[in-house]
């Protein structure tokens, strides 16, 4: 079981930003390449006010905060250079849909994809499209959200595929604003199957790839979700992915690189479940040689061995 995939943390809002500039990030995505890695997804082009190009429908609709440089064509040009697929992570308001606003924040994104298409379509590293709101059960208007800006993405780039990263709602589901760790108790997996059969019946044919975090429930448990997912995903008719987090949830400390042996367990499981690929957030600041915390190199090196790379 191998990691083919990492998101890129530019947009972030509980994670220390790194201040890279081109040189780094190429660097970077060479360290990504060496391991294997031949998909990159921005985990989301805006967040609130902060974007990661200058955006005219989020600086008119939004009034975000102009960028110094231009990410997204950066990201677009070394994945080019490296050989690999790049998936655009739309905008998340932070507040919209949260607050039951599902229409404004479908009727922004619009706006903003178009914008985005227009800009970069033309670049060979364009791939395909992630839908940044994440979600782990079947709540208001998420399934209209979802099929709406699927189609949308699909509809203006020719049938690009779609991806989502949902989570599941388990012990380890707590606020990344507290020291905690665990709750009293998790969805179960009975609940978890009835949520997103309903949603992927209702997605399907909008969205393509489903890559279910695999942090938020216990080891002991996770096999059984990693099942689910997979067989779910098979009926309807979506491709299955893992996104094994490389950084650790079991400490008070938000967040920290995990331990090789958390991660290599995980594949594990996810493999013993039948999914092939794996993803994960994310690659940079936590796994990464040149990576701000010291213990990701150390998590790049044991990965290598791993590979027989090293």
């Known amino acids: 079981m191998r990691i083919k995939g990492t998101f890129l943390d530019e947009i972030s809002h509980d994670i220390p930003h790194q201040n890279w500039g081109r040189k780094e990030w190429d660097k970077d995505f060479g360290f990504m390449k060496r391991a294997g890695i031949d998909t990159v997804i921005l985990i989301r082009a805006g967040y609130g ?30 994945a080019e250079k490296y050989g690999m697929d790049f998936y655009f992570g739309l905008y998340d308001s932070g507040k919209y849909w949260n607050e039951g606003k599902f229409q404004k924040e479908v009727d922004l994104n619009k706006a903003f994809i178009d914008e985005v298409w227009k800009k970069y379509g033309n670049m060979p590293a364009f791939k395909g499209w992630y ?37 599941i709602d388990g012990i380890k589901n707590v606020s990344q604003y507290t020291t905690d760790t665990t709750k009293s108790s998790g969805i179960t997996l009975k609940q978890h199957e009835a949520d997103w059969s309903e949603i992927f019946s209702g997605i399907k044919g909008a969205v393509d790839i ?3 975090q695999d942090g938020h429930v216990d080891y002991d448990e996770l096999t059984g979700f990693l099942q689910i997912n997979k067989s779910l995903a ?33 594949l594990e499981m996810a493999a013993k479940a039948g999914i092939k690929d794996a993803i994960t957030f994310e690659f940079s600041h936590f796994m990464s040689p040149q990576s701000a915390y010291l213990q990701a190199g150390h998590l790049y090196n044991r990965y290598m061995e791993y590979l027989g790379k090293k």
């Open 49 to 78: 006010k902060w974007q990661t190009f200058s955006s005219d429908v989020l600086i008119q609709q939004e009034h975000a905060y102009r960028p110094s440089v231009d990410l997204v064509k950066m990201f677009l040009e070394l």
């Open 131 to 167: 839908l940044s709101q994440e979600i782990s059960r079947q709540t208001g208007q998420i399934i209209d959200l979802y099929a709406g800006l699927a189609r949308h993405c699909k509809g203006i780039s020719d049938g690009l595929p779609v991806l989502i990263s949902p989570y």
């Open 210 to 212: 489903v890559a279910f």
């Open 234 to 266: 098979d009926k309807y008719g979506l491709e299955c992915w893992t996104n094994s987090e490389t950084f650790d949830r079991d400490m008070p400390i938000k967040f920290m690189p995990i331990k090789w042996e958390k991660l290599l367990l995980k």
